[in-house]
C-alpha cells in the first residue's frame, strides 16, 4: 500500500509564491511519474505539471514560466514550487504517483491541498 502527504498550501496575494510538498510511503518498488493536479469550484480536475523518474517535466501552459516542478527520489517526494501566482490559480491541489509494488502497479492520489490567491 502506498500514502501520500500534502502540505504547504494557503492563503497567498497575487504576485506571491508557495512551495507544495507531496510525500510517498508505502512498499513501493519503483516511483514512475509525479505529477500535480488542481480542481476549482465547478472546473474539472487538470493537469498542473508532471515529471518522469528521468526528470522530463510538462505543464500546462496556463503555469509555464511561473510554476516549476521537482523531485527528491531520496525522499520520494515531489514538489510544487508556484510563484508570480494568480487569482486563477486559486484550487485544491493534488499530487498523483504512480509506480509499481512488488505485487503490482499503484497509482494514487494526495488528499488535496489548498491555495487561495487573493488580496
Known amino acids: 500500500q502506498v500514502q501520500l502527504v500534502e502540505s504547504g498550501g494557503g492563503l497567498v496575494q497575487p504576485g506571491g509564491s508557495l512551495r507544495l510538498s507531496c510525500a510517498a510511503s508505502g512498499s513501493m518498488f519503483t516511483v514512475d511519474n509525479m505529477a500535480w493536479y488542481r480542481q476549482a469550484p465547478g472546473n474539472e480536475r487538470e493537469l498542473v505539471a508532471r515529471i518522469s523518474s528521468g526528470g522530463s517535466q510538462d505543464y500546462a501552459d496556463s503555469v509555464k514560466g511561473r510554476f516549476t516542478i521537482s523531485r527528491d527520489n531520496n525522499k520520494s517526494t515531489v514538489y510544487l514550487q508556484m510563484n508570480s501566482l494568480k487569482p486563477e490559480d486559486t484550487a485544491v491541489y493534488y499530487c498523483?504517483?504512480?509506480?509499481?509494488?512488488?505485487?503490482?502497479?499503484?497509482?494514487?492520489w494526495g488528499q488535496g491541498t489548498q491555495v487561495t490567491v487573493s488580496s
Open positions: 498523483n504517483v504512480a509506480g509499481r509494488t512488488g505485487w503490482g502497479p499503484y497509482d494514487e
